[in-house]
Every structure is written in C-alpha cells, then in structure tokens.
C-alpha cells in the first residue's frame, strides 16, 4: 500500500518548517505503511557534496574514509547518526563514476549538495527522535511510508531512493513498474548500474538520465507515462524542485493543496490536514496520465 507525499514552500522565507511539516504529513499517513519511514530533505547547499551511508560497524567507516581519499574527495565534516555515516566532501569530478565508487565502500543512501535522505525502520516519530527531521530547514521534500511486500524490512530496503549516479535527485512512488526489467536492461546497455532491484531506483534514473541529456522535469515526467508500464503515482524532487506523474488507470491515489505559500501532494488528504489542524482544505486529485512540477523561488 504505502504512503507518499511531497511539500515545496514558495517563499524562501518559510524554509525552516520543512522538517516538520513533512514529519506531520507522513504521520498522518503512517497506517499506510508502518514498517519504515524516509525523507528526502534539500537544505542549504553544501559547498561541495553530502553523501549519507549506511553503516553497522566502524569497518564501514573506514573504507568510506579510504574510498573518499582514493578519489581525492576531501572530508570537510562528518557524523554519525543512528545507523548512518554523514560525510561533507570537497569535490568537482564527474559523480557517476564518484557515486558508483562510494557504493561499492558501504550503502550509499544519498549525493548531493543540496539533497539529503533519511530513512530507516519505524515510524516518523521514531525517525525524528533519532535523527532530529522536525529540526531540519529546507525549501522543499518528499516522504514516504512503507509497507513491506516483496523484500525485508530494513533500512536499505525504505524508501525514498535516490537516482543512482546522479547527484540531488530523489524520488517516492506508490504503485508497481511491470516492464521493470527491460527498462532496466537498456539502462545498464548503456553504463547504469543500480543497487537494488526496487522499480522506484529504476524511475529515479530514468527522470535523472533524461534531465541529463537536456529534457525539462516536466517533459521528462510527460514521458514516463507513456514509457512506463503499471500503475503508479509518483513524486520526484530535485535541486529545483518537485514534480509528480499518474498513469491513465490512477488506481494508485493522490491528492494535492496549493496556495500562494506552497504546494503540497500526498496519497491521502489526512496527510494535508496535518500541515493546517482544523481548517477546511480545497484539494484537488490528479487526472490519470497527468503530469506537474513546481520550481522553487531563489
């Protein structure tokens, strides 16, 4: 079933509620998914790249540290957090090679400058009190809760997932990809590696390398409709901004609000009514087929 939402805040001047918005609307939401909880998060910008990992022992650390200065990415700061290694790096390569590299030293939950993924098993109070979300400023997110069907509760198994060898992009998705793995095969045809066998990794590159070969987000969103198979709803984040996509069977739900101050879509309007306690809503739900984006303001 699982439970998905997005916010992006218009004015810059509101950034500081990210965290906890996002923190209440997938409260809201968490009977669709009470296994594990995540976030993408875009906060201030880094000078160079956040990279998170997952790790479970200090070995794991280690090799991060030796890969980052394998490929002359010098550490400028870096924590633990609960079962996660944050590290802040100077670097200006090229980030695919970067990126695949990082993974093959520890589980690579997210890159960018910007962007930053948490995710974990439980709720999203538990999240928050191990890792501080309602705390978090930022323009804009996505969430996501889980319920776990074909593969085990653990931390590397939530959602959302990142665009594998590309930097801030991020995405959530409700649904199922049928032709999964002949997408999947021309991507790999052509360099794409991918570290689970999850179809939301599989949308995430698909937006990532059509953005990279110079499509806009909305036609590359345009697009998927057509060439993704299933049904699905989905929403993906990137430096700029959010968007989402609906197959033509919309059987797979989705509702959205927006005013002059922000925008913000989930899979149940319980989740909108978090972000305004006692008001009365004006909600829309996407057509099927429909597609949107939304850029933040600078």
Same mark, same amino acid.
């Given at each position: 079933?699982?439970?998905? &939402?997005?916010?992006?805040?218009?004015k810059p001047a509101t950034n500081q509620v990210l965290g906890r918005a996002l923190a209440d609307m997938m409260d809201g939401c968490q009977h669709r998914g009470p296994d594990s909880t995540g976030f993408a998060l875009y906060e201030n910008e880094v000078a160079g790249l956040r990279l998170?990992?997952?790790?479970?022992?200090?070995?794991?650390? *280690?090799?991060?540290r030796k890969a980052l200065a394998d490929f002359g990415a010098?550490?400028?700061?870096?924590?633990?957090?609960?079962?996660?290694? /944050?590290? %802040?790096?100077? +670097? #200006?390569?090229?980030?695919? =090679?970067?990126? +695949?590299?990082m993974e093959h030293a520890?589980?690579?939950?997210?890159?960018?400058? #910007?962007?930053? !993924?948490? @995710?974990?098993?439980?709720? #999203? @109070?538990?999240?928050?009190?191990?890792y501080g979300i309602a705390g978090i400023q930022g323009s804009h997110g996505l969430g996501h809760v889980r319920l776990a069907t074909e593969s085990d509760v653990k931390p590397e198994a939530a959602h959302p997932f990142w665009a594998t060898g590309f930097a801030d992009v991020a995405i959530v998705h409700n649904g199922q990809i049928t032709n999964y793995w002949k997408m999947r095969r021309r991507l790999e045809a052509r360099g794409f590696e991918f570290r689970t066998d999850n179809d939301? %990794?599989?949308? &995430?590159?698909? !937006?990532?390398?059509?953005?990279?070969?110079?499509?806009?987000? *909305? @036609?590359?969103?345009?697009? #998927? /409709?057509?060439?993704?198979?299933?049904?699905?709803s989905?929403?993906?984040?990137?430096?700029?901004?959010?968007?989402?996509?609906?197959?033509?069977?919309?059987?797979? =739900?989705? /509702?959205?609000y927006e005013d002059d101050s922000l925008v913000a879509i989930a899979s149940?309007?319980?989740?909108?009514?978090?972000?305004f306690p006692g008001q009365p809503l004006s909600t829309t739900e996407p057509a099927p087929g429909t597609f949107r984006t939304w850029s933040r303001s600078i």
């Open positions: 079933m699982c439970g998905i &939402a997005g916010i992006l805040f218009k998170r990992f997952l790790v479970d022992d200090d070995g794991a650390v *280690e090799r991060i010098a550490i400028q700061a870096e924590r633990r957090e609960g079962s996660t290694f /944050v590290a %802040e790096v100077s +670097y #200006s390569g090229e980030i695919r =090679p970067f990126a +695949y590299a520890a589980k690579l939950v997210s890159i960018g400058s #910007s962007l930053d !993924i948490i @995710k974990d098993v439980g709720t #999203s @109070k538990d999240l928050d009190g191990i939301s %990794e599989l949308i &995430a590159v698909y !937006i990532a390398d059509k953005m990279a070969q110079g499509i806009a987000l *909305e @036609k590359a969103l345009e697009q #998927s /409709v057509d060439d993704l198979d299933g049904t699905f989905f929403l993906v984040s990137t430096k700029d901004g959010i968007g989402f996509a609906k197959d033509r069977l919309a059987a797979k =739900p989705m /509702v959205m149940e309007e319980v989740s909108l009514n978090r972000l």
